[in-house]
């Protein structure tokens, strides 16, 4: 498996509060995703990095920002928690921009309540 | 992942072939892809096929590909019970900094013994 991580693995939290979720790779790949998949709707990008400190929108990128300080970590924060951002979040690293040899973690189950 | 589309479900005996059909819209899509979720796993990279190619072959895997219809497939011959998984498509964008990856909604194979 590639070395990619994501932490923590399940999180239950309320409404209203910041999450911060990790996504830790060992690679040194230069692009890095986030995503969340939600029934009916396969997967859809959130956040992603080209490169450290430099981050661009997705298609869902509302109510998420990101940060990127070094090469192997990218986190993805949710300033204030609702519940329709209960999902399943997954990371992926990637070498090129073409995504021919991308990776995925093994996901994040967040439950807002 | 609304702009790629596929059949929800597809049940087939082991040892048939199956195939996972997949219809996408972006006729500048440099690259599609197959991925494999397994329960509680993130996406799997199965395979890839350039877009100036029509056909490409792994092993068990055959990957067809329409530019005119703008239609994917990817078939599975001799299909094993550890086959059973959801099947995702996905096309790349070239946009800004990367290409994104545009998931279908994902098809879950069922392989009965």
């Given at each position: 498996?590639?070395?990619?991580?994501?932490?923590?693995?399940?999180?239950?939290?309320?409404?209203g509060?910041?999450?911060?979720?990790?996504?830790?790779?060992?690679?040194?790949?230069?692009?890095?995703?986030?995503?969340?998949?939600?029934?009916?709707?396969?997967?859809?990008?959130i956040?992603?990095?080209?490169?450290?400190?430099?981050?661009?929108?997705?298609?869902?990128?509302?109510?998420?920002?990101?940060?990127?300080?070094?090469?192997?970590?990218?986190?993805?924060?949710?300033?204030?928690?609702?519940?329709?951002q209960?999902?399943?979040?997954?990371?992926?690293?990637?070498?090129?921009?073409e995504?021919?040899?991308?990776?995925?973690?093994?996901?994040?189950?967040?439950?807002?309540? | 992942?609304?702009?790629?589309?596929?059949?929800?479900?597809?049940?087939?005996?082991?040892?048939?072939?199956?195939?996972?059909?997949?219809?996408?819209?972006d006729?500048?899509?440099?690259?599609?892809?197959?991925?494999?979720?397994?329960?509680?796993?993130?996406?799997?990279?199965?395979?890839?096929?350039?877009?100036?190619?029509?056909?490409?072959?792994?092993?068990?895997?055959?990957?067809?590909?329409?530019?005119?219809?703008?239609?994917?497939?990817?078939?599975?011959?001799?299909?094993?019970?550890?086959?059973?998984?959801?099947?995702?498509?996905?096309?790349?964008?070239?946009?800004?900094?990367?290409?994104?990856?545009?998931?279908?909604?994902?098809?879950?194979?069922?392989?009965?013994?």
């Amino acid at each position: 498996d590639a070395g990619i991580t994501q932490s923590p693995r399940h999180k239950v939290t309320e409404t209203g509060t910041p999450v911060t979720l990790r996504c830790h790779q060992t690679e040194n790949h230069r692009y890095m995703y986030w995503y969340r998949q939600d029934p009916g709707h396969g997967l859809r990008l959130i956040h992603y990095s080209y490169g450290v400190k430099d981050t661009d929108k997705g298609e869902v990128s509302d109510g998420y920002s990101v940060s990127r300080s070094k090469t192997e970590d990218f986190l993805l924060t949710l300033e204030s928690a609702t519940s329709s951002q209960t999902s399943v979040y997954f990371c992926a690293i990637s070498v090129d921009r073409e995504n021919t040899e991308a990776f995925f973690g093994q996901g994040t189950r967040l439950t807002v309540v | 992942g609304e702009d790629v589309e596929q059949s929800l479900f597809l049940s087939v005996r082991e040892g048939d072939s199956s195939v996972i059909n997949c219809t996408y819209t972006d006729s500048s899509s440099t690259y599609l892809y197959w991925y494999k979720q397994e329960p509680g796993a993130g996406l799997q990279l199965l395979t890839y096929i350039f877009s100036n190619m029509d056909m490409k072959q792994d092993q068990r895997l055959t990957v067809l590909l329409n530019k005119k219809d703008k239609h994917l497939s990817l078939r599975i011959a001799d299909t094993q019970t550890g086959d059973s998984a959801i099947y995702f498509c996905a096309e790349s964008r070239n946009r800004g900094a990367t290409n994104k990856l545009i998931f279908g909604t994902g098809t879950l194979l069922a392989v009965q013994p």
